[in-house]
């Protein structure tokens, strides 16, 4: 059950990264995301699933200043991959 709901969240984060890198979401939805991540990351940091997760956080603190769309589109894919295994698996 838990692994659906952050595999949810994956998906969301992933969604949220490529609306900020059109200017549809604000600076505040973003940092929310970006705190999911930096607390799952963390929190499972044995693996290397979650030191991407990180990773990926830092990058959407970047971004706020200077997106690179490239980047963007790197991350979302991850965390929607990332987040659809963990439906199916």
């Known amino acids: 059950m838990i692994v659906k709901i952050l595999g949810a969240l994956d998906l969301l984060t992933g969604v949220m990264i490529l609306l900020f890198q059109?200017?549809?979401?604000?600076?505040?939805?973003l940092i929310s995301f970006i705190v999911y991540l930096l607390l799952k990351g963390l929190l499972f940091r044995m693996n290397f699933a979650s030191f991407v997760d990180i990773v990926i956080a830092i990058y959407m603190i970047f971004m706020i200043f200077v997106?690179?769309?490239?980047?963007?589109?790197?991350?979302?894919?991850?965390?929607?991959?990332k987040g659809a295994v963990s439906f199916f698996g």
């Open 22 to 29: 059109y200017d549809v979401i604000g600076i505040r939805l």
């Open 67 to 81: 997106p690179v769309a490239v980047l963007s589109y790197i991350a979302a894919i991850y965390l929607f991959q």
